[in-house]
C-alpha cells in the first residue's frame, strides 16, 4: 500500500502533522508492529508520521525521589539491559526480555508496544502493576494518565488526535516491593497467550502490604484482578491464601477463544500463573 511519509524534526512538529491529517496519519517509531498491519492491510493510513528521528526520547532516568520515566522511544533492548531497571525495578527488564527476539527488541519501543495497545503487550502488566502513568503531549498541552486507564480497548487508546505518548512514569517502589511477570506463548518469540504480572510489597513475617495482579492477554485490555488482590492484601501469604488468589484472579479473567488457545484454557493458565508468580516472589 502506498502512503506519505512524513519526518518531523521536533514534537511540536509531530503534533502538527497529526493534528493536521488527523484520521488519516499513524505515528511510527520502530515499526515492528505498524509495518506488519500497513502490509497485511489491517490498517490503511495516508500519511505515516515518523518520530523516530525527534532527538532525547529514548532516555530511561532514575531518581530517588521523583521515580523512574522512560522516553516513548526507548528500545526495549535498552530496557532490557538497563542497570537501573534491572536494580530497582527488575520486573520491567524482565518482561522486556520475552518479548519477541534480540533483533525485534533492537528496533521495537516501548512507546510503540504500549501504543499498538495489543491486549497481550508484555510491557503493560508490570508497568500496570508498578501504578505507572503515562505522560502525553498534544494541541491542548500536556497531560498525565494512569496506564492502567490508557488502554480502552484492543488497538484503542486514550490518545486524541494530535496527541503523542512522550513518557512513562513509574513512582519509587514501596520498601519490600517484588515482581514477576510470566508469559505463555506458541513460541518463546510469540505473542502471549497468557500474561500475568504481580507485584507486592512485603512486610516482616511475609504480609503482604499491597499487592498489585495484572492479567494480559486474557481481556480486551491489561486488567487488573482487583478481587484476587484483595484476598491478599493486609495478610501473611500462606499457601491457602495463594491458592484462593489465583483461583479468583482466573475467575476474574475475560478470556476468548482464538487460534491461540481457548478461553478454557487462558482462565486455567492464569491461576497457575498468578499462584507460580507469587510463589517466586514469596521465594526472593
Request: with cysteine; glycine share 10%.
Amino acid at each position: 500500500m502506498r502512503f506519505n511519509y512524513l519526518e518531523p524534526a521536533t514534537i511540536k512538529e509531530a503534533v502538527s502533522l497529526l493534528s493536521k491529517y488527523d484520521g488519516k496519519a499513524r505515528a511510527i517509531a520502530g515499526g515492528t508492529d505498524l509495518l506488519v498491519q500497513i502490509r497485511g492491510k489491517t490498517i490503511k493510513p495516508e500519511y505515516v508520521v515518523d518520530i523516530g528521528y525527534i532527538p532525547g526520547l529514548d532516555y530511561i532516568n532514575y531518581d530517588e525521589k521523583q521515580g523512574l520515566s522512560i522516553g516513548a522511544l526507548a528500545t526495549i533492548r535498552a530496557i532490557e539491559k538497563s542497570d537501573k531497571l534491572c536494580r530497582i525495578y527488575p520486573v520491567i527488564s524482565q518482561a522486556a526480555g520475552l518479548l519477541g527476539s534480540v533483533a525485534i527488541r533492537n528496533v521495537a519501543t516501548i512507546g510503540g508496544n504500549l501504543c499498538n495497545a495489543a491486549p497481550s503487550a508484555d510491557t503493560a502488566p508490570p508497568l500496570i502493576g508498578l501504578s505507572a502513568r503515562a505522560r502525553i503531549i498534544g494541541p491542548g498541552g500536556e497531560r498525565l494518565v494512569s496506564l492502567e486507564d490508557f488502554f480502552t480497548g484492543p488497538g484503542e487508546t486514550v490518545l486524541k488526535a494530535g496527541e503523542l505518548l512522550l513518557e512513562i512514569r513509574v513512582p519509587v517502589p514501596l520498601p519490600g516491593t517484588k515482581g514477576v511477570y510470566l508469559k505463555h506463548g506458541r513460541s518463546a518469540v510469540d505473542l502471549a497467550t497468557v500474561g500475568v504480572a504481580v507485584v507486592m510489597a512485603l512486610e516482616s513475617g511475609g504480609v503482604c502490604r499491597d499487592v498489585k495482579i495484572v492479567l494480559g492477554a486474557v481481556a480486551p485490555t491489561p486488567m487488573r484482578a482487583k478481587k484476587a488482590e484483595g484476598v491478599l492484601r493486609g495478610k501473611k501469604v500462606e499457601p491457602a491464601l495463594v491458592e484462593e488468589a489465583a483461583q479468583v484472579a482466573s475467575g476474574e479473567a475475560q478470556p476468548i477463544t482464538d487460534v491461540r488457545a481457548s478461553a478454557e484454557y487462558r482462565r486455567e493458565m492464569v491461576k497457575v500463573f498468578t499462584r507460580r508468580a507469587i510463589g517466586q516472589i514469596m521465594a526472593k
